[in-house]
């Protein structure tokens, strides 16, 4: 949520602070601002209510120049969206940004106001403007007056500040908000994301948990929860520089929807050879774990929790463990009873995900064998506090409606089952060679239902007059189905549930009618002909029916039952085939709407506050 991005530098960093809030644009697109000092003290502060876009704009307008400044861009969460609530808060000389949530603000607004403050805007952050501006009256420094800020606040925040009066600096707090350090050459940078800084430089610092550091030109400080100077590792990041870039594509959703081809090989690469896993590849401790596991508990959110729900099935049907899956938020604040030899798997795309991550923190007192994370960003918290990481390689991904994420843990937890139910002794060699040909087969399948776009786009227009759309699918096809109904409701705004078809009698048929859209995954598997009943069921009631169906699947279309009929593909791998038709078909529908596709309204991409 929000993204951060600081910069100290002898040339002019606007651009460059601008730029990065581009490349951040998808944690936060409410409201953008940047704060830029200049040799001279001058510090000239730039907000606006939107798109970044509105933001550079200004900023060109107005000239802003100098070589060190502060930007930020918004997700709103205390205060409407508006330019005045818009980041940097100042106070006095002083200019702040901010991620994350202060939970006693109301407590400090009411100790400063009563100390004189004047409140400007409706946010958490301004409180830190005013605490920093308060505290450096009698501190001998910034970073000091920053740290005794950090003592007083409650919650999760990364932070930065800049003192006008001395613009050779600015100081940053990490306190459950990820911060990263951009080094560079006679110039240093900050970011809530490397992705921000990868125009600039390669070379990264992540800072840790309450690590407050302060950064000049030509050094960085970084300084422990106690205070202690510490040093952090530095890495070099290999992320792909044109991240950033949709390329042909109109939108970075449809980008990454067909980059599934190409994620797929990667997140596969040197984990599998001709007929086996290769479990060692999925991380160091994998083997001694995975032998011992009986029990995985998943933990996620949105898509990664639906990847977990449609894992399940492959956990328990070939591994032979049992497996539960659960929402971090819920699973956070219930008592639970850890199974013995649980391992617990979190899921996430960007690894901050808040309340997935204060699960893994949780569940790490509560006694389970070990915690693994599969996830698509590395150096991200829960890569750095788990013990061991499993990475999805799918690339960047930036539209906020996650598709290759969700492909890629699929592919991942797959590698996974097959290496637990070997070393358990529950897959056998030609089991193994089956499900790993298949693997080797998928980018193949999923270019296949990739060639399926012009289909598609021609069914979407019987979608967007619609205020409702029902998905349904048996099985593993029921977290499909899940997920495809995320993918509706988050880009085109059109309402969308998902069922076990199974279930439907047992209320939902009671909606049907000729404006609610039904559609259905049907593959060609054991529980074909439970599937064709349900399709039954809502024929009879006058449904429109859409069924994305395999082709030797026996279903037969007429003016209320479209049929797609779909490439047979080997069965452990269709749950990942069928994603694809779905992703595409809530992408058209939302184009015909005109939503933002990439950016949709009121959400954000890592959602790092609770
Ligand atoms: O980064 P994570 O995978 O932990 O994110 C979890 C959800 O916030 C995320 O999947 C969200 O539901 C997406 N917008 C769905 O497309």
């Given at each position: 949520?929000?993204?951060?991005?600081?910069?100290?530098a002898?040339?002019?960093?606007?651009?460059?602070?601008?730029?990065?809030?581009?490349?951040?644009?998808?944690?936060?697109?409410?409201?953008?601002?940047?704060?830029?000092?200049?040799?001279?003290?001058?510090?000239?502060?730039?907000?606006?209510?939107?798109?970044v876009?509105?933001?550079?704009?200004?900023?060109?307008?107005?000239?802003v120049?100098g070589?060190?400044?502060?930007?930020?861009?918004?997700?709103?969460?205390?205060?409407?969206?508006?330019?005045?609530?818009?980041?940097?808060?100042?106070?006095g000389?002083?200019?702040?940004?901010?991620?994350?949530?202060?939970e006693?603000?109301?407590?400090?607004?009411?100790?400063?106001?009563?100390?004189?403050?004047?409140?400007?805007?409706?946010?958490?952050?301004?409180?830190?403007?005013?605490?920093?501006e308060?505290?450096?009256?009698?501190?001998?420094?910034?970073?000091?007056?920053?740290?005794?800020?950090?003592?007083?606040?409650?919650?999760?925040?990364?932070?930065?500040?800049?003192?006008?009066?001395d613009?050779?600096?600015?100081?940053?707090?990490?306190?459950?908000?990820?911060i990263?350090?951009?080094l560079?050459?006679?110039?240093?940078?900050l970011?809530?994301?490397q992705?921000?800084?990868?125009?600039?430089?390669?070379?990264?610092?992540?800072?840790?948990?309450?690590?407050?550091?302060?950064?000049?030109?030509?050094?960085?400080?970084?300084?422990?929860?106690?205070?202690?100077?510490?040093?952090?590792?530095?890495?070099?990041?290999?992320?792909?520089?044109?991240?950033g870039?949709?390329?042909?594509?109109?939108?970075f959703?449809?980008?990454?929807?067909f980059?599934?081809?190409?994620?797929?090989?990667?997140?596969?690469?040197?984990?599998?050879?001709?007929?086996?896993?290769?479990?060692?590849?999925?991380?160091?401790?994998?083997?001694?774990?995975?032998?011992?596991?009986?029990?995985?508990?998943?933990?996620?959110?949105?898509?990664?929790?639906?990847?977990?729900?449609?894992?399940?099935?492959?956990?328990?049907?070939?591994?032979?463990?049992?497996?539960?899956?659960?929402?971090?938020?819920?699973?956070?604040?219930?008592?639970?009873?850890?199974r013995?030899?649980?391992?617990?798997?979190?899921?996430?795309?960007?690894?901050e995900t808040?309340?997935?991550?204060?699960?893994l923190?949780?569940?790490?007192?509560?006694?389970?064998?070990?915690?693994m994370?599969?996830?698509?960003?590395?150096?991200?918290?829960?890569?750095?506090?788990?013990?061991?990481a499993?990475?999805?390689?799918?690339?960047?991904e930036?539209?906020?409606?996650?598709?290759?994420?969700?492909?890629?843990?699929?592919?991942?937890?797959?590698?996974?089952?097959?290496?637990?139910?070997?070393?358990?002794?529950?897959?056998?060699?030609?089991?193994e060679?089956?499900?790993?040909?298949?693997l080797?087969?998928?980018?193949?399948?999923?270019?296949?239902?990739?060639?399926?776009?012009?289909?598609?786009?021609?069914?979407?227009?019987?979608f967007?007059?619609?205020h409702?759309?029902?998905?349904?699918?048996?099985?593993?096809?029921?977290p499909?189905?899940?997920?495809?109904?995320?993918?509706?409701k988050e880009?085109?705004?059109?309402?969308?549930?998902?069922?076990?078809?199974?279930?439907?009698?047992?209320?939902?048929?009671?909606?049907?009618?000729?404006?609610?859209?039904?559609?259905?995954?049907?593959?060609?598997?054991?529980?074909?002909?439970?599937l064709?009943?349900?399709?039954?069921?809502?024929?009879?009631?006058?449904?429109?029916?859409?069924?994305f169906a395999?082709?030797?699947?026996?279903?037969?279309?007429?003016?209320?039952?479209?049929?797609?009929?779909?490439?047979?593909?080997?069965?452990?791998?269709?749950?990942?085939f069928?994603?694809?038709?779905?992703?595409?078909?809530?992408?058209?529908?939302?184009?015909?709407?005109?939503?933002?596709?990439?950016?949709?309204?009121?959400?954000?991409?890592?959602?790092?506050?609770?």
């Open positions: 949520m929000c993204g951060i991005v600081g910069a100290v002898q040339r002019d960093v606007a651009e460059i602070l601008v730029e990065g809030l581009r490349r951040l644009e998808y944690r936060g697109y409410d409201s953008a601002g940047v704060a830029v000092v200049d040799s001279e003290s001058n510090l000239t502060r730039v907000r606006r209510l939107g798109k876009q509105e933001l550079a704009d200004a900023v060109n307008e107005q000239h120049a070589g060190t400044g502060i930007a930020h861009t918004r997700w709103a969460t205390h205060g409407e969206p508006s330019e005045a609530n818009a980041h940097p808060h100042m106070s000389d002083i200019a702040v940004v901010h991620n994350g949530i202060i006693n603000h109301e407590e400090l607004r009411e100790l400063l106001t009563g100390r004189g403050y004047v409140f400007t805007s409706q946010t958490d952050t301004e409180v830190i403007a005013h605490l920093v308060w505290e450096l009256r009698t501190s001998a420094s910034l970073i000091e007056a920053l740290q005794k800020t950090a003592k007083q606040l409650e919650g999760a925040y990364g932070t930065v500040a800049v003192d006008r009066k613009p050779s600096r600015i100081v940053v707090a990490r306190s459950g908000s990820p990263v350090i951009g560079g050459v006679g110039e240093n940078f970011a809530s994301d992705l921000a800084l990868l125009n600039v430089t390669r070379r990264f610092i992540y800072l840790e948990e309450g690590d407050i550091a302060e950064i000049t030109r030509r050094e960085v400080s970084i300084f422990d929860a106690e205070g202690n100077a510490v040093e952090r590792e530095e890495h070099e990041s290999n992320a792909e520089h044109d991240a870039d949709k390329g042909k594509y109109r939108h959703m449809q980008k990454e929807i980059e599934q081809p190409t994620a797929l090989i990667s997140t596969m690469e040197g984990r599998l050879s001709a007929d086996s896993v290769i479990t060692n590849a999925i991380g160091v401790k994998a083997e001694e774990i995975l032998s011992k596991v009986e029990h995985v508990q998943i933990i996620a959110c949105g898509t990664s929790y639906n990847s977990g729900m449609a894992a399940r099935y492959w956990f328990e049907s070939i591994a032979g463990v049992s497996c539960d899956v659960e929402i971090a938020s819920e699973f956070r604040y219930r008592k639970f009873v850890t013995p030899n649980s391992l617990l798997v979190t899921l996430s795309q960007s690894g808040a309340d997935t991550l204060a699960a923190r949780l569940a790490k007192e509560k006694g389970y064998m070990a915690a994370t599969i996830c698509n960003v590395a150096g991200s918290s829960l890569v750095r506090e788990s013990d061991f499993f990475m999805t390689r799918a690339g960047t930036i539209g906020v409606a996650s598709t290759k994420a969700f492909t890629t843990q699929l592919a991942a937890m797959l590698m996974m089952v097959v290496s637990i139910g070997r070393l358990q002794g529950r897959v056998d060699q030609a089991q060679t089956e499900i790993v040909k298949a080797h087969e998928l980018p193949t399948a999923i270019e296949k239902a990739l060639a399926f776009d012009k289909e598609i786009e021609a069914l979407a227009p019987d967007a007059d619609k409702h759309t029902l998905f349904l699918g048996r099985g593993e096809y029921y499909i189905a899940m997920e495809a109904s995320l993918k509706l880009i085109s705004y059109i309402h969308a549930e998902a069922y076990a078809a199974g279930e439907l009698k047992h209320g939902p048929l009671a909606l049907i009618d000729a404006d609610m859209p039904v559609v259905v995954v049907a593959p060609n598997n054991d529980l074909l002909e439970k064709k009943s349900n399709v039954e069921e809502v024929r009879a009631r006058g449904g429109l029916l859409y069924v395999d082709e030797e699947a026996g279903f037969e279309g007429d003016e209320n039952m479209k049929i797609i009929k779909m490439p047979h593909v080997s069965e452990i791998i269709a749950p990942i069928y994603t694809v038709p779905m992703q595409l078909l809530s992408y058209h529908i939302a184009l015909i709407k005109g939503t933002d596709v990439d950016q949709p309204r009121n959400l954000a991409k890592a959602v790092t506050v609770e």
